[in-house]
Structures are given as C-alpha cells and as structure tokens.
C-alpha cells in the first residue's frame, strides 16, 4: 500500500541567510532514497516512509546552496511569464481586472459561482469542491466561470461603447488565442479574448472600442484611429500596456 503524506514544513537556512526560513512540501512513500525537486509551488521533499526529520533536514542543510539557486531561478522565471499556480486548498490567486482574484472551494458554494467583493482591486470567488478535489478540476471549473464572467462583462461593455460609436454589434465569441485580442466581422460578428478579463476595465474597454470601429472601417487607417480615438482618448497609453504585460497561462 502506498501512502502518501502530504504538509507543509519550515525550517531555518544555515550560514549567513540564518534568518531566511524554508519552506517546503513533504511527501513520504515507499522510495528509498531523499529525493529534492523546485517546481512552480516551490521546494518538494520526498522521502521514504520511515525517514528521520533529523536526517531529511541533514540533506536540506547540505543541497541549501542548490536549493536556493533553483528557487531563485524558478522565481525569475515565473516573474518573466506569470502563472497560475493551481492549488485547491488554501486558495489560488489570479491577476483579474488589474487586480486580484481569490479562488477558494466551498462544499456549499452555488455551482455558478459566488463573487464577493474583497476590498479596492480585490475580488473572492467560492466555486463548489472540496479538499478533494484536483487541480485540474479546480482549473476545469475555474476556466467555465471565467468564460462567463467574461461573456457577461464584455457584452456590457460593447452594450456601452457601440451607440458612443453609432455601430450595431451582432454577436460576441470569446477565443483564448495567445496572440489575438480580438476580431470584428464587417457583419457585426465580434471576437474578442477571455483572457483579456486579466486586465485593468480601461485596457480592456481600449480593445471593445478597437473592435466596434472597425465595425466602421475594417483596416487601421486615420480614419479608423479617429473613430477609436473619440471613445478612448488615451488608446496609445492603454495599447501599449496591453503589450507590456503578458496575460499568464491558464
Ligand atoms: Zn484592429
């Protein structure tokens, strides 16, 4: 039988980062040896069923060099390219609106999703689950709502912007394209990113009010610059912070 458990633990660096504390992921199972892995959530040991606490921190003291390049080097990574780190419990935290979302699971929480509002920037979301369930789930499940809110928001703001404009939209599509904001048919039809739900409202109303005036002119002359222009004064500022942040990875 394989068991597995699984915690959190700390403990204190040795030499002169003595005030630096570690902390890392224990999961014992049927292996032999101590074994170290750094991966997105950090430091993970893992160690025969019966190992000592006094002999896994022997080889923590011993690989702490190794250990803290591989963690510095995970944390230049990740800072380059933000992630999502999928945890069930306690909760996982993603960039929304400009500001932060907390994903945590309730046993009772309402299948579509409960939004509470946490403070200036932050948000909370209960989604149904348990300690049970999987990241992939939690990821799963996540991605629906998220489709949703973005559906249902991205409507309101075409709503908002196409009369400003003196267009008639027809339909909204979301797409998650790594390299696509959106798209507009001369029909009417409008594509635009769900992941675009990662950004500030005016970064995000720029690319409604991008699509909605090539309902006008399906090319970026003057002509159609102007028409963006008038709705979103400050389109230069807002595009380019569009380009200067990528939208992290589901
Ligand atoms: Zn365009």
């Not at 068991?3 to 199972?29: E, F, I, K, N």
């Amino acid at each position: 039988m394989a068991s597995t458990a699984l915690a959190l633990h700390h403990m204190q660096l040795p030499g002169s980062t003595a005030s630096a504390t570690l902390t890392y992921t224990l999961v014992r199972s049927q292996r032999r040896t101590i074994g170290l892995e750094v991966g997105s959530n950090g430091l993970t040991v893992r160690a025969p069923l019966r190992a000592s606490h006094s002999a896994i921190e022997r080889v923590l003291h011993d690989k702490a060099r190794w250990i803290a390049d591989k963690l510095q080097h995970m944390q230049q990574r990740q800072a380059a390219q933000p992630r999502i780190v999928w945890q069930p419990q306690p909760h996982t935290d993603l960039p929304y609106l400009g500001g932060r979302l907390r994903l945590q699971l309730h046993p009772a929480a309402p299948c579509h999703g409960a939004v509470l509002a946490v403070g200036p920037g932050q948000w909370a979301v209960h989604l149904p689950g348990s300690a049970h369930t999987s990241a992939s789930d939690l990821r799963a499940q996540a991605w629906a709502w998220w489709l949703r809110q973005a559906h249902q928001l991205f409507s309101e703001r075409l709503q908002h912007y196409a009369p400003l404009l003196g267009v008639r939209w027809l339909s909204l599509r979301l797409s998650s394209a790594r390299t696509r904001w959106g798209s507009a048919h001369s029909d009417g039809r409008i594509m635009l990113n769900a992941k675009l739900l990662h950004y500030r409202l005016p970064v995000l109303d720029y690319v409604v009010a991008h699509e909605l005036a090539h309902l006008h002119e399906m090319n970026h002359s003057p002509r159609f610059w102007a028409w963006v222009a008038q709705v979103c004064p400050d389109h230069l500022a807002l595009r380019a912070e569009l380009r200067a942040h990528a939208a992290p990875q589901w």
